[in-house]
Every structure is written in structure tokens, then in C-alpha cells.
């Protein structure tokens, strides 16, 4: 599963990353094998994405989330 996959309040470990050609920026504010990310928020338009790593909210380009692969921690929670 990638970071692009997530649905609203799921959480996952980072796993690895599908292309090496990430932004310096993401690797900088805390996007790193084995850090926690949970998706806070979807753009009106599905892109970008807002997610929490580490207690940072980042924005990324939904191409961008697809490059990260993830371990699921838990379900979103139930409505």
C-alpha cells in the first residue's frame, strides 16, 4: 500500500520508497522508512494530500504519495 492509498485518519509505517527520485524536502521534514504518517486531509480535488509525519502536516502531489510505500498500523475510524 502507498501514502496515496490511505483513507481519512488511517496510519502507516513507512516502508520504502518505489523511486529514489524523492524531493530532499520530504526526506528533511521526517519522510523516512520507519516514521509513522496518517493522512489528515484531501484537497477538494484529490490532490494534494495532507499528511502527518511526525507531528509536521505536509502536503504532497498525490504522483508523489504513490512512491511511498507504507505498513498498515490500524483502520480508519468508524463513523
Known amino acids: 500500500m502507498t ?3 490511505l ?5 502507516g509505517i513507512i516502508k520504502d520508497f518505489t523511486s529514489y527520485l524523492l524531493p530532499i524536502k520530504l526526506l528533511e521534514l521526517g519522510c523516512l522508512p520507519g516514521n509513522e504518517v496518517e493522512l489528515v486531509q484531501v484537497a477538494p480535488l484529490k490532490d494534494p494530500i495532507y499528511i502527518n509525519v511526525n507531528g509536521s502536516h505536509i502536503a504532497i502531489r498525490r504522483s508523489m504519495a504513490t512512491k511511498i ?3 498498515i498500523v ?3 475510524p468508524v463513523l
Open 3 to 5: 501514502v496515496a492509498e
Open 7 to 11: 483513507k481519512l485518519g488511517q496510519k
Open 69 to 71: 510505500e507504507l505498513d
Open 74 to 76: 490500524e483502520d480508519p
